[in-house]
């Protein structure tokens, strides 16, 4: 183990243009998967036709094979954190489903991450989830517009939280997100909460994965023994969001995103980059 942290992989906008290309189709297999979502579906299902699309794209999927991972989807259901493998159970109404999934274009990974409520909620406490967790998201890639610390995102999500949630959620502690670029895990880690580190410096041509992941009450979770399900302990549901955010001259691209960011980057003050893949289509 060393101390220096490892280096950090900035991107040129050529690769950043490429890295866009395979957001917006991650996007696109998001818009694709929200569609289908209903009761009786099969998580196995969704992660079928996740593969499938992507396959018809030209583009891999990174997480099948990961480390040995079964599937093109993590589907984590209700008080699965994250990591859920796929399976032929039906979803129900009020299920609360999260579809993590990543692709390869050329090279460069993307990487993303929505929950869904099955249906209708089952509670109030249960669309608060849903929508905290996906307002943190965002809360801490507005952040990264104005840092000068990748620490600074961990600090505004877990602010976020707390104003928003007080005790009613938890952090998944001891997971966060990460770079990513010619790899889906990459320096520097990105918590959801504040740590020792201050973390390395926001430069043009950083990229990096954001996912805050929380948990109704206390956040007791275990390792299941297929050594990939995270779930959680304490009798409360989960929920997880995820985008892949490119640091650029011209600010922030939000690159699993359809509009890159500007919506809801606007709605918090920040104007987002122009977006490249419009650019390119002239
Ligand atoms: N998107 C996940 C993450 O970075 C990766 C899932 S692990 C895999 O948090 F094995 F499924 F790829
Ligand atoms: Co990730």
Same mark, same amino acid.
């Given at each position: ?15 950043? !243009? ?5 957001? =917006? ?17 099969? /998580?196995?299902? @969704? ?9 018809? &794209?030209?583009? $891999? ?12 989807? +993590? !589907? %984590? ?13 039906? *979803? ?40 905290? $967790?996906?307002?943190? !998201?965002?809360?801490?890639?507005? &952040?990264?517009? $104005? &840092? ?21 959620? %938890? ?14 895990? =990459? ?19 950083? +990229?990096? &994965?954001?996912?805050?992941? #929380? ?13 990939? /399900? ?17 640091? $650029?001259? =011209?600010?922030? *691209?939000? #690159? /699993? ?7 809801? @980057? ?10 490249? !893949? ?5």
């Amino acid at each position: 183990m060393s101390i220096l942290p490892e280096r950090v992989e900035l991107k040129t906008p050529e690769q950043i !243009l490429v890295m866009r290309r395979s957001g =917006q189709l991650l996007h696109r297999v998001h818009e694709m998967l929200a569609e289908q979502i209903r009761p009786g579906v099969t /998580t196995n299902q @969704l992660d079928t036709l996740a593969h499938d699309m992507i396959r018809d &794209a030209g583009a $891999t999927p990174n997480f099948l094979g990961y480390q040995g991972y079964p599937a093109t989807l +993590c !589907l %984590s259901v209700n008080d699965v954190v994250v990591h859920g493998i796929p399976d032929d159970r039906p *979803l129900q109404d009020g299920d609360i489903v999260s579809i993590d999934g990543g692709l390869i274009i050329d090279g460069w990974h993307s990487d993303a991450a929505r929950t869904h409520v099955v249906g209708e909620p089952r509670s109030v406490a249960d669309a608060e989830l849903v929508r905290i $967790t996906r307002e943190a !998201l965002w809360t801490g890639i507005a &952040a990264l517009a $104005t &840092a000068a610390r990748v620490g600074e995102i961990g600090a505004a999500i877990e602010d976020f939280v707390a104003d928003a949630a007080g005790e009613s959620l %938890s952090h998944l502690e001891g997971f966060g997100g990460h770079g990513i670029g010619s790899a889906m895990h =990459q320096a520097p880690d990105v918590m959801n909460y504040r740590t020792r580190s201050r973390g390395p410096r926001v430069r043009p041509g950083l +990229c990096l &994965a954001i996912e805050p992941m #929380l948990i109704q009450g206390p956040g007791n979770w275990v390792l299941e023994d297929d050594d990939w /399900t995270v779930r959680a302990t304490a009798g409360g549901r989960a929920a997880h969001s995820e985008h892949s955010v490119a640091v $650029t001259e =011209q600010g922030l *691209l939000v #690159l /699993t995103a359809g509009d890159g960011g500007a919506a809801e @980057l606007a709605l918090r003050g920040v104007v987002a980059a122009p977006d490249p !893949l419009a650019d390119a289509a002239g």
